[in-house]
């Protein structure tokens, strides 16, 4: 088991940066792909990053390619992703998750563990 627990969410004005966090215990020694995810109200939950085990495969949505920055640091346990140029469309509850294996996955459901999430809010 893992558990995941998110951070550095808040309100922002467009232009803007902030970096989440995603903290990781538990059964944290096996070899876990990870990635962030978003859902705004009324929207399906969307990929946004994804990070291999060892870090160094890094992928992005479109929407986040050039402005996210998706990284980990295994010694700590810990994954970030740190956004700037902010839109209000990036307006939504980001989460953190994980995968048994190495690499990311796109798709919500390939991930077997998962936080609670932080809200990111962007005014314009």
């Known amino acids: 088991q893992v558990q995941l627990v998110e951070s550095g969410g808040g309100l922002v004005q467009a232009g803007g940066s902030l970096r989440l966090s995603c903290a990781a215990s538990?059964?944290?020694?096996?070899?876990?792909?990870m990635g962030w995810f978003r859902q705004a109200p009324g929207k399906e939950r969307e990929f946004v990053a994804g990070?291999?085990?060892?870090?160094?495969?890094?992928y992005y949505a479109g929407s986040a390619k050039g402005r996210f920055t998706i990284s980990r640091d295994n010694a700590k346990n810990m994954m970030y992703l740190q956004m700037n140029s902010l839109k209000p469309e990036d307006t939504a509850v980001y989460f953190c998750?994980?995968?048994?294996?190495?690499?990311?996955?796109?798709?919500?459901?390939?991930?077997?563990?998962w936080g609670q999430g932080t809200q990111v809010t962007v005014s314009s």
């Open positions: 998750a994980a995968r048994s294996g190495s690499l990311w996955r796109t798709t919500w459901d390939e991930y077997d563990y």
């Open positions: 538990g059964r944290t020694t096996s070899s876990y792909g």
């Open positions: 990070i291999s085990w060892s870090g160094g495969g890094t």
